[in-house]
């Protein structure tokens, strides 16, 4: 089964406004990855965060992460166009050499 | 090369016959991953490389699944008598590290597979 679920499954808003996505998992994690796949391409990695952070910041991105509900959140601040695309979070774990990924989140945004 | 190159892109193949697809790695990178993402859905994790460890092979379907990576480097993901379920994009990235430790995995474009 997977490890991480993203929530909501699409997601559709108007260019300018924030996009937030979320990310459930269940079991202790090392660190946290959300990635991004444009028209079912390859994926492309956005930001990591580590188990003991709490918030963390790249451009227009803002992660936070909550150990204790094992959950994280993307937002994207002032969305564009070029936004639209899938969005993934990936969750590295203990006990496990490999990532896990969640079933994505794809956004949209309208001109 | 610069990134990861995966062969083909695309594959139209009869169900029955055998597929190979490739991966060849970020120069360096010592671990490789195999994905696989069914049209509008998540990424299933098939196989994964470290070196020269034991692959950890726990995400492969069947035993029509299976893979390999010479030299620590190209891999080859072979499906046997391909059934149209296999139908789906295969991906596979690199990393320099044990991604889960907390080091980015860069992503080939991926093999699209379309069983007839």
């Known amino acids: 089964s997977q490890q991480g679920e993203e929530d909501p499954q699409a997601l559709s808003i108007q260019e300018g406004e924030n996009a937030t996505m979320n990310c459930s998992y269940k079991t202790s994690i090392n660190n946290l990855q959300w990635y991004r796949q444009n028209s079912g391409r390859g994926l492309v990695h956005l930001i990591l965060?580590?188990?003991?952070?709490r918030e963390k910041h790249s451009g227009r991105l803002r992660v936070t992460l909550d150990t204790s509900k094992k959950s994280s959140s993307l937002l994207i601040t002032a969305s564009r166009a070029a936004d639209t695309a899938s969005y993934f979070c990936a969750t590295g774990f203990q006990g496990a050499q490999k990532l896990v990924f969640g079933q994505g989140t794809r956004l949209t945004i309208n001109p | 090369g610069a990134g990861v190159s995966q062969s083909p892109s695309n594959k139209v193949t009869e169900k029955g016959k055998d597929v190979e697809l490739r991966c060849d790695p970020i120069s360096g990178h010592t671990a490789l991953y195999w994905y696989r993402q069914s049209l509008g859905q998540g990424l299933e994790f098939l196989i994964y490389?470290?070196?020269?460890?034991?692959?950890?092979k726990s995400g492969l379907p069947s035993d029509r699944f299976s893979a390999e990576r010479t030299g620590g480097s190209v891999s080859t993901l072979t499906i046997q008598r391909t059934q149209q379920e296999d139908s789906a994009v295969y991906l596979c990235a690199s990393s320099p590290v044990r991604a889960y430790l907390g080091n980015t995995i860069y992503f080939g474009e991926g093999s699209w597979l379309t069983v007839v």
């Open positions: 965060i580590r188990s003991n952070e």
């Open positions: 490389f470290q070196g020269n460890s034991a692959p950890d």
